[in-house]
């Protein structure tokens, strides 16, 4: 049993691809989901509708949203311990934000619990200016 808390999706273009599943000679659409940082779960569709449905429902649960469509980025203004932090606004408010912007994938297996740490250290402040 899986807790979707803490999960990441792999949205990868070629994960949209149908592939040929082994075990029912089907072709099926994949949809990865990064469960811990070495374990990948990957569940398998039969249509590409079913899939992105699910990928949707999931992504509203998770509570992801593009942050390109969210944000406009402009210059960076700091250097934090996991990423590059830059001046943003918010394309729905006009209000300007801090982004820190964090390459995930160069992380060491120390490095996220940290950064995960962090990051339920900033959930529990209780300030305007942080989300």
């Not at 990868?12 to 072709?27: F, R, T």
């Not at 811990?36 to 990957?42: A, G, K, P, Q, V």
């Amino acid at each position: 049993m899986y807790s979707l808390s803490g999960c990441f999706l792999e949205t990868d273009p070629e994960s949209k691809d149908a592939v040929l599943h082994k075990s029912c000679n089907k072709q099926l659409f994949p949809l990865k989901l990064k469960v811990t940082s070495t374990d990948l779960l990957t569940i398998f569709f039969d249509t590409l509708i079913a899939r992105n449905i699910w990928l949707k429902t999931i992504q509203a649960v998770l509570g992801c949203k593009n942050v390109q469509e969210t944000y406009t980025f402009g210059k960076t203004i700091g250097q934090g311990q996991f990423g590059q932090v830059y001046k943003g606004i918010d394309k729905q408010s006009g209000q300007f934000v801090a982004i820190k912007k964090v390459a995930k994938k160069a992380l060491t297996v120390m490095e996220t619990f940290q950064q995960r740490r962090e990051i339920e250290v900033l959930k529990m402040c209780q300030h305007p200016n942080i989300i």
